[in-house]
């Protein structure tokens, strides 16, 4: 790494550098006042008048103070300039005047150390250097002036100034030197901090949005840092402030044993553990723990032992496990469905050749059994097939609009003329028919499944059923169908949109993920939720699955490309 110069300096630890350039002020106004204490102090003693140096310690002084009050806050520019002449320049200047004037034997050539101290530690090499040949003429200067009034040897006096001015730029040098690696190791410590800093938040914010728990704990049992996850996965009835001591609460036994051995070990730890809170299920988690550092360690740095736990709920790690089972299962049937549908064709045909001559009615019940099971066997083979060509489908399907309100009422209309008996519902189309980003062929098989799965569940009062289109004050446009059925099983709203999950034994569990797989082709949302709305009984609760559009502004027009699937 470069040296750093004193400009670098000067402009990157601001703080240091104001600090720095208080001090010397001080000391020049301290130097200044010992100069008219001294004189004053020796005039009296030896009972002479000399007040052309009093003049001049009295006008240093004076220039020192005015300096200290009026330049404390904004230090000079550390480049060689005109900036420095109040500061260097004056006492350059009063020393010189000090010399020049004195009639005794006092010398005051080792004040020129304080400007030359100045421009070394404040400002650039150059400045420094600068000052230091100045300081050096000077004394030159001073023993030509002796010698040119006085009969002798000039030798030692010039041999004396060129010592005392090779000192100085000695001095110089290493202490501009000196000040140069001080400002780099400030400034090194700076970057570190702000980096630690960042580093800091860094961790903290991935830490706070991490779906896993994570806890630190020291040596005491107690918590210092927990995200969120980690104090949702630690149950109870209210989350604790941090920081807590874990051992307070018995539920959480397993977690202290799991510590504990971690900090007595001083290895890894992993293991499945059960928090049980009074009248709650059993938590279950998979906990890994990990050492910040060795107790010999934290000794040789003087650290904590601090002992990081993650907490896996295994609820979730099993519904992961088990959604990756159920996606390779899905290829397989897949394929599977795709073999046999040519041998179930041939069964088809081959009963409905076989009916034609039958003629006792036990026989004819028979085949519309086969008939049944083979249509049925179809129907799940189209619909393992059907994941594949939404796929095909979405990937080809071009952007288009479609006016909200007019496409859901001709769906609906379309799916209760089927069953106008059992398809009953109340149908509010309140979205102003604006138009939203979507496919027709597409919302109709959404809306077509959502209505399916509610018929399944459905009351038999009029109102047990309802179609609804809206446009939020914020331009969000939504479809929302909505059924008195009971309460989904957490179990089974936590895995809804998941492919080949279902609750009953009879359905694919394909009608949902496709509806998700069509949402997210056209930027739109499809969630569930557990709504009460005001019916002519009341308050009913119901399930809800809401649609949420990506409104546009384009006109609406036509998507024809892609073959439709047939609902």
Avoid at 261 to 278: N, S
Avoid at 390 to 410: C, F, G, K, M, Y
Avoid at 416 to 424: F, L
Avoid at 533 to 548: D, I, K, M, P, S
């Amino acid at each position: 790494m470069p040296p750093l110069s004193a400009s670098t300096f000067a402009s990157t630890m601001d703080a240091p550098f104001v600090r720095l350039w208080r001090g010397f002020l001080t000391g020049r106004v301290m130097v200044a006042l010992a100069l008219l204490v001294l004189q004053g102090a020796g005039q009296a003693i030896n009972q002479t008048t000399e007040p052309a140096v009093l003049a001049v310690c009295v006008a240093y002084l004076v220039a020192a103070v005015m300096l200290r009050v009026l330049g404390r806050h904004r230090p000079p520019s550390p480049k060689t300039g005109p900036q420095w002449l109040p500061s260097i320049g004056v006492d350059l200047a009063a020393i010189v005047a000090l010399q020049l004037l004195n009639a005794g034997t006092m010398n005051y050539t080792p004040l020129f150390g304080l400007p030359i101290l100045m421009a070394a530690v404040l400002g650039t090499l150059t400045l420094a250097l600068g000052t230091t040949a100045g300081v050096t003429l000077l004394l030159l200067g001073w023993a030509w002036w002796l010698g040119s009034g006085t009969a002798g040897d000039d030798a030692p006096r010039y041999l004396q100034s060129a010592l005392t001015g090779t000192g100085y730029f000695i001095v110089s040098y290493l202490v501009h030197q000196l000040a140069t690696r001080l400002a780099r190791e400030q400034e090194l410590a700076q970057q570190s901090q702000v980096a630690a800093r960042v580093q800091t938040q860094v961790s903290a914010l991935v830490i706070q949005n991490l779906t896993d728990g994570v806890l630190v704990v020291d040596e005491s049992d107690v918590v210092r840092i927990a995200n969120p996850a980690g104090l949702q996965l630690l149950g109870g009835t209210s989350l604790p402030e941090l920081p807590f001591i874990l051992a307070s609460a018995a539920p959480w036994n397993p977690l202290v044993i799991l510590a504990r051995r971690t900090f007595r070990q001083e290895q890894p730890q992993t293991a499945d553990v059960d928090l049980l809170h009074p009248g709650q299920s059993p938590t279950g988690l998979h906990v890994r723990t990990w050492l910040t550092s060795t107790r010999e360690a934290a000794r040789q740095t003087q650290t904590e032992r601090l002992c990081v736990m993650f907490l896996h709920d295994l609820r979730e790690m099993e519904a992961r496990l088990r959604t990756e089972k159920l996606a390779a299962m899905g290829r397989m049937s897949a394929a599977v469905a795709h073999e046999i549908r040519n041998p179930l064709a041939a069964i088809v045909q081959a009963n409905a050749l076989l009916e034609e001559d039958l003629h006792d009615p036990a026989h004819k019940r028979l085949a519309h059994m086969v008939q049944q099971n083979a249509d049925r066997l179809a129907r799940i083979a189209e619909e393992v097939l059907d994941i594949a060509r939404v796929q095909h489908q979405i990937s080809h399907a071009p952007a288009s609009t479609l006016p909200l309100d007019e496409t859901v009422s001709q769906i609906w209309n379309d799916w209760q003329a089927q069953d106008p008996v059992q398809r009953r519902a109340v149908v509010m189309l309140e979205a102003g028919n604006p138009q939203v980003e979507f496919d027709t062929e597409h919302l109709r098989r959404v809306l077509v499944n959502l209505l399916d799965n509610a018929l399944r569940y459905v009351g038999q009062e009029p109102d047990s059923l309802t179609v609804t289109t809206r446009t939020l004050p914020s331009g969000q446009t939504s479809l929302q169908v909505w059924s008195d059925g009971a309460p989904m099983d957490k179990s089974v709203e936590r895995h809804l949109f998941e492919p080949f999950f279902s609750s009953e034994s009879r359905s694919s569990g394909l009608g949902l993920y496709i509806c998700r797989e069509l949402c997210q082709r056209h930027g739109a949302s499809i969630s569930y939720q557990r709504l009460t709305r005001t019916t002519l009984r009341g308050e009913v609760g119901g399930n809800a699955f809401t649609v949420g559009f990506r409104r546009t502004t384009r006109p609406a027009d036509a998507a024809t490309l892609f073959d439709t699937i047939v609902v």
